[in-house]
Protein backbone atom coordinates (compact mmCIF):
# COMPACT_ATOMS: atom_id res chain seq x y z
CA UNK A 1 0.00 0.00 0.00
CA UNK A 2 2.97 2.51 0.88
CA UNK A 3 4.49 1.31 -2.37
CA UNK A 4 1.54 2.50 -4.64
CA UNK A 5 0.82 5.83 -2.92
CA UNK A 6 4.97 6.15 -3.57
CA UNK A 7 3.99 5.31 -6.94
CA UNK A 8 1.49 7.44 -7.26
CA UNK A 9 3.23 10.44 -5.99
CA UNK A 10 6.28 9.72 -8.56
CA UNK A 11 3.68 9.92 -11.02
CA UNK A 12 1.84 13.07 -10.23
CA UNK A 13 5.27 14.71 -9.36
CA UNK A 14 6.62 13.66 -13.22
CA UNK A 15 2.84 14.82 -14.59
CA UNK A 16 3.29 18.24 -13.11
CA UNK A 17 7.11 18.50 -14.64
CA UNK A 18 5.71 17.58 -18.21
CA UNK A 19 3.20 20.03 -17.44
CA UNK A 20 5.32 22.52 -17.19
CA UNK A 21 7.49 21.58 -19.82
CA UNK A 22 4.95 22.38 -22.17
CA UNK A 23 4.21 26.21 -21.49
CA UNK A 24 3.47 26.36 -17.60
CA UNK A 25 6.65 28.52 -17.24
CA UNK A 26 6.68 31.23 -14.28
CA UNK A 27 6.41 34.59 -15.23
CA UNK A 28 10.00 36.48 -15.59
CA UNK A 29 10.87 39.66 -14.49
CA UNK A 30 9.51 41.81 -18.65
CA UNK A 31 12.58 42.22 -20.70
CA UNK A 32 13.93 46.07 -21.19
CA UNK A 33 12.24 47.16 -24.78
CA UNK A 34 15.25 46.92 -26.92
CA UNK A 35 16.27 50.89 -28.18
CA UNK A 36 13.97 51.99 -31.50
CA UNK A 37 16.24 51.77 -34.34
CA UNK A 38 16.59 55.06 -35.84
CA UNK A 39 18.52 56.16 -38.93
CA UNK A 40 22.00 57.35 -38.30
CA UNK A 41 22.17 60.95 -39.97
CA UNK A 42 23.16 61.27 -43.42
CA UNK A 43 26.71 62.01 -43.53
CA UNK A 44 27.76 65.34 -44.48
CA UNK A 45 29.27 65.45 -47.98
CA UNK A 46 33.19 66.24 -48.27
CA UNK A 47 33.69 69.83 -49.94
CA UNK A 48 34.63 69.05 -53.54
CA UNK A 49 38.20 70.48 -53.37
CA UNK A 50 38.97 73.86 -54.68
CA UNK A 51 42.17 75.25 -55.67
CA UNK A 52 43.23 78.40 -53.59
CA UNK A 53 42.56 81.56 -55.57
CA UNK A 54 45.86 82.56 -57.88
CA UNK A 55 47.33 85.91 -56.38
CA UNK A 56 48.32 87.20 -59.14
CA UNK A 57 51.42 89.08 -59.31
CA UNK A 58 51.54 92.86 -58.58
CA UNK A 59 52.42 94.69 -62.11
CA UNK A 60 54.59 97.72 -62.14
CA UNK A 61 55.95 99.75 -65.25
CA UNK A 62 59.27 101.36 -66.01
CA UNK A 63 59.91 104.18 -68.76
CA UNK A 64 63.28 104.40 -69.47
CA UNK A 65 65.23 107.53 -71.06
CA UNK A 66 67.95 105.38 -72.82
CA UNK A 67 68.59 101.38 -73.02
CA UNK A 68 68.20 99.49 -70.54
CA UNK A 69 71.31 97.84 -70.70
CA UNK A 70 73.53 101.24 -71.19
CA UNK A 71 75.94 100.39 -67.95
CA UNK A 72 74.69 103.54 -66.34
CA UNK A 73 71.69 105.07 -65.25
CA UNK A 74 68.86 103.18 -67.21
CA UNK A 75 70.58 100.34 -66.32
CA UNK A 76 70.84 100.98 -62.98
CA UNK A 77 66.61 101.84 -62.81
CA UNK A 78 66.50 98.25 -64.46
CA UNK A 79 67.93 96.34 -62.34
CA UNK A 80 66.21 98.16 -59.90
CA UNK A 81 63.39 96.63 -61.31
CA UNK A 82 64.89 93.03 -60.96
CA UNK A 83 65.21 93.80 -57.65
CA UNK A 84 61.77 94.70 -57.10
CA UNK A 85 60.52 90.92 -58.34
CA UNK A 86 62.88 89.42 -56.56
CA UNK A 87 62.10 90.80 -53.55
CA UNK A 88 58.05 91.32 -53.64
CA UNK A 89 57.19 88.88 -56.94
CA UNK A 90 56.22 91.57 -58.80
CA UNK A 91 55.90 91.99 -62.41
CA UNK A 92 58.15 94.65 -64.47
CA UNK A 93 56.73 95.65 -67.57
CA UNK A 94 59.22 98.31 -69.21
CA UNK A 95 59.72 100.57 -72.27
CA UNK A 96 63.11 101.83 -72.83
CA UNK A 97 64.69 104.42 -75.39
CA UNK A 98 62.06 107.10 -74.07
CA UNK A 99 63.39 110.12 -75.79
CA UNK A 100 62.16 112.01 -78.81
CA UNK A 101 65.43 110.82 -81.11
CA UNK A 102 64.58 107.66 -80.42
CA UNK A 103 60.48 107.15 -80.16
CA UNK A 104 59.64 110.93 -82.09
CA UNK A 105 56.04 111.67 -82.07
CA UNK A 106 54.98 110.06 -78.71
CA UNK A 107 55.28 111.66 -75.07
CA UNK A 108 56.24 109.79 -71.95
CA UNK A 109 52.87 109.96 -70.94
CA UNK A 110 51.32 108.47 -73.90
CA UNK A 111 53.83 105.23 -73.68
CA UNK A 112 52.94 104.89 -70.07
CA UNK A 113 49.32 104.32 -71.23
CA UNK A 114 51.09 101.29 -72.93
CA UNK A 115 52.09 99.82 -69.84
CA UNK A 116 48.78 100.65 -68.34
CA UNK A 117 46.89 98.39 -71.18
CA UNK A 118 49.56 95.74 -70.12
CA UNK A 119 48.31 95.75 -66.57
CA UNK A 120 50.45 98.44 -64.86
CA UNK A 121 49.13 99.43 -61.72
CA UNK A 122 52.28 101.67 -61.31
CA UNK A 123 54.81 103.37 -63.37
CA UNK A 124 57.72 104.77 -62.36
CA UNK A 125 59.24 107.66 -65.12
CA UNK A 126 63.08 107.55 -64.25
CA UNK A 127 64.23 111.11 -66.40
CA UNK A 128 64.44 114.64 -64.95
CA UNK A 129 63.44 115.37 -68.86
CA UNK A 130 59.96 113.56 -68.09
CA UNK A 131 58.74 115.94 -65.40
CA UNK A 132 56.07 117.43 -66.92
CA UNK A 133 54.57 114.31 -68.69
CA UNK A 134 54.58 112.29 -65.51
CA UNK A 135 52.21 114.75 -64.27
CA UNK A 136 50.14 114.96 -66.84
CA UNK A 137 49.82 111.29 -67.10
CA UNK A 138 49.08 111.28 -62.98
CA UNK A 139 46.39 113.37 -63.14
CA UNK A 140 44.92 111.87 -65.98
CA UNK A 141 45.04 108.73 -64.08
CA UNK A 142 44.44 108.85 -60.41
CA UNK A 143 43.82 105.41 -59.66
CA UNK A 144 47.60 104.37 -60.96
CA UNK A 145 50.42 105.40 -58.49
CA UNK A 146 53.30 107.17 -60.20
CA UNK A 147 57.17 107.98 -59.41
CA UNK A 148 59.07 110.73 -60.98
CA UNK A 149 62.62 110.13 -60.46
CA UNK A 150 64.10 113.45 -59.62
CA UNK A 151 61.28 116.14 -59.92
CA UNK A 152 59.90 118.21 -57.49
CA UNK A 153 56.41 118.03 -57.96
CA UNK A 154 55.10 117.11 -54.72
CA UNK A 155 58.19 118.42 -52.42
CA UNK A 156 55.73 121.27 -49.97
CA UNK A 157 59.54 123.57 -50.09
CA UNK A 158 59.85 123.62 -53.83
CA UNK A 159 59.26 125.95 -56.24
CA UNK A 160 56.88 123.76 -58.38
CA UNK A 161 54.55 122.15 -55.44
CA UNK A 162 50.96 120.40 -56.26
CA UNK A 163 48.92 118.20 -54.68
CA UNK A 164 49.28 115.24 -56.67
CA UNK A 165 47.56 112.25 -54.12
CA UNK A 166 49.13 109.41 -56.60
CA UNK A 167 52.52 110.68 -57.44
CA UNK A 168 55.75 110.44 -55.34
CA UNK A 169 59.20 111.98 -56.00
CA UNK A 170 62.40 109.94 -55.30
CA UNK A 171 65.63 111.13 -55.78
CA UNK A 172 69.05 110.36 -54.37
CA UNK A 173 71.13 112.41 -52.99
CA UNK A 174 73.39 112.09 -55.54
CA UNK A 175 75.60 115.40 -54.45
CA UNK A 176 77.51 113.05 -51.86
CA UNK A 177 78.87 110.72 -54.56
CA UNK A 178 79.73 113.31 -56.86
CA UNK A 179 81.96 115.03 -53.73
CA UNK A 180 83.53 111.50 -53.22
CA UNK A 181 84.46 111.46 -57.30
CA UNK A 182 85.70 114.77 -57.48
CA UNK A 183 87.42 113.70 -54.47
CA UNK A 184 88.67 110.71 -55.99
CA UNK A 185 90.12 112.91 -59.43
CA UNK A 186 91.72 115.84 -57.51
CA UNK A 187 94.29 113.05 -55.90
CA UNK A 188 95.14 110.97 -58.91
CA UNK A 189 95.22 113.83 -61.51
CA UNK A 190 99.05 114.92 -62.09
CA UNK A 191 98.10 118.14 -64.09
CA UNK A 192 95.44 119.18 -61.44
CA UNK A 193 93.29 120.42 -64.69
CA UNK A 194 89.91 117.87 -63.98
CA UNK A 195 87.19 117.60 -66.90
CA UNK A 196 83.46 117.39 -66.09
CA UNK A 197 81.55 115.98 -69.38
CA UNK A 198 77.81 117.19 -68.76
CA UNK A 199 74.66 116.66 -70.24
CA UNK A 200 72.07 119.23 -70.14
CA UNK A 201 71.89 122.61 -68.06
CA UNK A 202 69.27 122.49 -65.10
CA UNK A 203 69.31 122.65 -61.55
CA UNK A 204 69.83 119.17 -60.88
CA UNK A 205 73.06 119.08 -63.34
CA UNK A 206 74.45 122.52 -61.83
CA UNK A 207 73.92 121.31 -58.00
CA UNK A 208 75.99 117.96 -59.21
CA UNK A 209 78.78 119.71 -61.40
CA UNK A 210 79.39 121.84 -58.22
CA UNK A 211 79.27 119.27 -55.59
CA UNK A 212 82.31 117.40 -57.59
CA UNK A 213 83.97 120.77 -57.93
CA UNK A 214 83.82 120.80 -53.58
CA UNK A 215 84.76 117.82 -53.46
CA UNK A 216 87.80 118.24 -55.71
CA UNK A 217 88.59 121.27 -54.28
CA UNK A 218 88.26 120.08 -50.45
CA UNK A 219 90.92 117.28 -51.37
CA UNK A 220 93.16 119.11 -53.44
CA UNK A 221 93.82 121.74 -51.02
CA UNK A 222 93.98 118.99 -48.04
CA UNK A 223 96.48 116.92 -50.07
CA UNK A 224 99.24 120.42 -49.46
CA UNK A 225 98.31 121.76 -53.26
CA UNK A 226 98.00 124.87 -54.23
CA UNK A 227 94.48 126.27 -54.39
CA UNK A 228 95.20 128.23 -57.37
CA UNK A 229 96.41 125.44 -59.69
CA UNK A 230 93.32 123.42 -60.03
CA UNK A 231 91.05 123.70 -62.98
CA UNK A 232 87.87 122.36 -63.06
CA UNK A 233 86.10 123.07 -66.47
CA UNK A 234 82.41 121.78 -67.29
CA UNK A 235 81.32 120.80 -70.80
CA UNK A 236 77.99 120.37 -71.82
CA UNK A 237 76.57 117.96 -74.57
CA UNK A 238 72.66 119.34 -74.62
CA UNK A 239 71.27 115.95 -73.32
CA UNK A 240 71.94 112.94 -71.30
CA UNK A 241 73.41 110.74 -73.79
CA UNK A 242 74.89 111.18 -77.49
CA UNK A 243 71.98 111.99 -80.14
CA UNK A 244 73.66 112.43 -83.53
CA UNK A 245 72.85 115.41 -85.12
CA UNK A 246 71.29 117.25 -81.42
CA UNK A 247 73.95 117.04 -79.21
CA UNK A 248 77.43 117.64 -78.97
CA UNK A 249 79.40 113.83 -79.21
CA UNK A 250 80.96 113.54 -76.17
CA UNK A 251 83.78 111.06 -76.96
CA UNK A 252 84.76 114.44 -78.65
CA UNK A 253 84.61 116.43 -75.75
CA UNK A 254 86.45 113.40 -73.62
CA UNK A 255 89.37 113.57 -75.85
CA UNK A 256 89.48 117.12 -76.30
CA UNK A 257 89.78 117.04 -72.46
CA UNK A 258 92.32 114.41 -72.14
CA UNK A 259 94.40 116.20 -75.81
CA UNK A 260 94.68 119.68 -73.65
CA UNK A 261 96.16 118.73 -70.07
CA UNK A 262 93.01 117.13 -68.52
CA UNK A 263 94.26 113.59 -67.33
CA UNK A 264 90.88 112.95 -65.44
CA UNK A 265 87.20 113.92 -67.00
CA UNK A 266 84.38 112.97 -64.63
CA UNK A 267 81.28 111.77 -66.14
CA UNK A 268 78.01 113.47 -65.54
CA UNK A 269 76.11 111.70 -68.36
CA UNK A 270 74.13 108.08 -68.43
CA UNK A 271 77.11 106.23 -69.73
CA UNK A 272 80.73 106.03 -69.21
CA UNK A 273 82.11 106.68 -72.80
CA UNK A 274 85.00 108.42 -71.08
CA UNK A 275 86.39 105.62 -70.17
CA UNK A 276 86.82 104.40 -73.65
CA UNK A 277 88.72 107.32 -74.57
CA UNK A 278 90.89 107.59 -71.67
CA UNK A 279 91.71 103.97 -72.31
CA UNK A 280 92.71 104.94 -76.17
CA UNK A 281 94.61 107.86 -75.36
CA UNK A 282 96.35 105.73 -72.39
CA UNK A 283 97.56 102.97 -75.09
CA UNK A 284 98.80 105.86 -77.22
CA UNK A 285 100.82 107.26 -74.18
CA UNK A 286 98.87 110.05 -73.09
CA UNK A 287 98.00 108.98 -69.28
CA UNK A 288 94.17 109.67 -68.55
CA UNK A 289 91.81 108.65 -66.33
CA UNK A 290 88.00 108.66 -65.41
CA UNK A 291 85.61 108.68 -63.29
CA UNK A 292 81.92 106.64 -64.21
CA UNK A 293 78.74 107.30 -63.25
CA UNK A 294 75.37 105.88 -62.55
CA UNK A 295 76.20 102.25 -62.56
CA UNK A 296 77.75 99.95 -59.62
CA UNK A 297 79.67 98.03 -62.30
CA UNK A 298 80.49 100.77 -64.79
CA UNK A 299 84.18 101.00 -64.28
CA UNK A 300 83.72 97.61 -66.05
CA UNK A 301 84.36 99.35 -69.28
CA UNK A 302 87.78 100.38 -68.60
CA UNK A 303 88.51 98.82 -65.62
CA UNK A 304 92.43 100.32 -66.30
CA UNK A 305 91.73 103.82 -66.18
CA UNK A 306 88.72 104.04 -63.84
CA UNK A 307 89.15 105.46 -60.86
CA UNK A 308 85.96 105.16 -59.38
CA UNK A 309 82.02 105.49 -60.05
CA UNK A 310 79.27 106.63 -57.61
CA UNK A 311 76.27 105.61 -58.22
CA UNK A 312 72.52 105.11 -57.73
CA UNK A 313 70.51 102.11 -56.14
CA UNK A 314 67.21 102.80 -56.10
CA UNK A 315 66.29 99.12 -55.28
CA UNK A 316 65.29 100.24 -51.67
CA UNK A 317 63.33 103.31 -52.09
CA UNK A 318 61.30 102.13 -54.79
CA UNK A 319 60.88 98.93 -52.31
CA UNK A 320 59.33 100.89 -49.96
CA UNK A 321 57.09 102.64 -52.43
CA UNK A 322 55.78 99.93 -53.95
CA UNK A 323 55.42 97.71 -50.69
CA UNK A 324 53.07 101.02 -49.89
CA UNK A 325 50.89 101.08 -52.86
CA UNK A 326 50.75 97.09 -52.43
CA UNK A 327 49.66 96.96 -48.82
CA UNK A 328 47.28 100.53 -49.02
CA UNK A 329 49.40 102.75 -47.42
CA UNK A 330 50.65 104.86 -50.07
CA UNK A 331 51.51 108.43 -49.33
CA UNK A 332 52.41 111.17 -51.84
CA UNK A 333 55.83 112.31 -50.93
CA UNK A 334 59.21 113.81 -51.64
CA UNK A 335 62.09 111.72 -51.39
CA UNK A 336 65.75 112.83 -51.49
CA UNK A 337 67.52 110.21 -49.39
CA UNK A 338 71.27 110.05 -48.48
CA UNK A 339 73.95 107.17 -48.41
CA UNK A 340 73.65 104.73 -45.85
CA UNK A 341 76.99 106.05 -43.99
CA UNK A 342 77.07 102.92 -41.93
CA UNK A 343 77.35 100.98 -44.77
CA UNK A 344 77.82 102.71 -47.99
CA UNK A 345 77.44 99.81 -50.24
CA UNK A 346 74.93 97.94 -49.02
CA UNK A 347 72.56 96.68 -51.75
CA UNK A 348 69.61 97.03 -49.64
CA UNK A 349 69.70 99.82 -47.41
CA UNK A 350 72.05 102.81 -49.26
CA UNK A 351 70.19 104.88 -51.96
CA UNK A 352 73.89 106.44 -53.04
CA UNK A 353 77.17 104.81 -53.31
CA UNK A 354 80.74 104.89 -54.24
CA UNK A 355 83.11 102.19 -55.49
CA UNK A 356 87.05 102.90 -55.83
CA UNK A 357 87.96 102.41 -59.29
CA UNK A 358 90.46 99.35 -60.34
CA UNK A 359 92.98 102.81 -61.44
CA UNK A 360 92.84 104.01 -58.29
CA UNK A 361 96.01 104.18 -56.31
CA UNK A 362 96.09 102.47 -52.63
CA UNK A 363 97.02 106.06 -51.44
CA UNK A 364 94.38 108.32 -53.07
CA UNK A 365 92.17 104.87 -52.22
CA UNK A 366 92.88 105.51 -48.66
CA UNK A 367 92.11 109.32 -48.74
CA UNK A 368 89.29 108.92 -50.63
CA UNK A 369 88.15 106.73 -47.63
CA UNK A 370 89.33 109.15 -44.95
CA UNK A 371 87.15 111.54 -47.18
CA UNK A 372 83.96 109.48 -47.38
CA UNK A 373 84.44 108.90 -43.60
CA UNK A 374 84.33 112.82 -42.78
CA UNK A 375 81.32 112.94 -45.09
CA UNK A 376 79.53 110.50 -42.92
CA UNK A 377 80.67 112.14 -39.40
CA UNK A 378 78.94 115.52 -40.56
CA UNK A 379 81.52 117.40 -43.22
CA UNK A 380 79.25 119.63 -44.65
CA UNK A 381 81.12 121.05 -48.59
CA UNK A 382 78.21 123.35 -49.03
CA UNK A 383 78.73 125.51 -45.51
CA UNK A 384 79.89 129.18 -46.68
CA UNK A 385 81.76 131.22 -48.32
CA UNK A 386 80.51 130.05 -51.33
CA UNK A 387 80.51 132.57 -54.37
CA UNK A 388 78.25 131.73 -57.39
CA UNK A 389 80.59 131.97 -60.35
CA UNK A 390 79.34 135.70 -61.18
CA UNK A 391 81.36 136.42 -58.08
CA UNK A 392 78.07 136.98 -55.67
CA UNK A 393 78.12 135.82 -52.56
CA UNK A 394 75.79 132.46 -52.01
CA UNK A 395 76.50 131.48 -48.62
CA UNK A 396 78.19 133.46 -46.14
CA UNK A 397 81.20 132.44 -44.35
CA UNK A 398 80.03 129.75 -41.94
CA UNK A 399 76.77 129.24 -43.69
CA UNK A 400 75.11 126.21 -44.20
CA UNK A 401 73.24 125.74 -47.55
CA UNK A 402 69.33 125.04 -47.34
CA UNK A 403 67.80 122.17 -49.15
CA UNK A 404 66.63 124.64 -51.32
CA UNK A 405 69.74 126.47 -51.72
CA UNK A 406 71.54 123.28 -53.16
CA UNK A 407 68.40 122.05 -55.16
CA UNK A 408 68.18 124.81 -56.65
CA UNK A 409 71.68 126.36 -57.42
CA UNK A 410 71.14 129.01 -60.02
CA UNK A 411 74.53 128.95 -61.61
CA UNK A 412 78.02 127.07 -61.55
CA UNK A 413 80.81 128.19 -58.58
CA UNK A 414 83.38 130.95 -58.25
CA UNK A 415 86.49 128.50 -59.57
CA UNK A 416 84.19 126.69 -62.23
CA UNK A 417 84.73 127.02 -65.92
CA UNK A 418 81.76 126.74 -68.33
CA UNK A 419 77.94 127.86 -68.98
CA UNK A 420 75.86 128.00 -66.32
CA UNK A 421 72.78 128.24 -68.52
CA UNK A 422 71.81 126.90 -71.99
CA UNK A 423 72.74 130.15 -75.05
Known amino acids: MRKNFAR???????????????????????????????????????PVATEAPVQEPFVFGLLLVGPYNDNGWSQAHYEAGLYLEEKLGAKMVYLDKVNPADR?????????????????????????????????????????FVIMASGDQVWSDGKAFEEIPNLTNIMG????????????????????????LG????????????????????????AGNDPAALQFKVTWIGFWFHIPGFTTDPVDVSKDFYTT?????????????????AQKLTAEGTTSFGVAYDYVAACDAAP???????????????????????????ESQFIWVGPDWTDLNNPDTSSIGFVNGPALSAEAAAAVDAFVAELAGGLNLWTGPINLQDGSVYLADGEVATDQQVWYLPQLLEGMEGLSAAE
Open 173 to 196: RMEYGKMMAGCAAALTSETGKIGY
Open 104 to 144: PGTTPDQLAEELVAQGAKLVIFNSDDMKDASTTFAKANPDV
Open 8 to 46: LASLALALIFVLAACGGQPTAAPATEAPVVTEAPAATEA
Open 304 to 330: EVCIGVPYFNWGPEYLKAVSSAIEGTW
Open 199 to 222: PLINDETRRLAASAYLGAKHCWEN
Open 261 to 277: GYDVVISGIDNPVNLGE
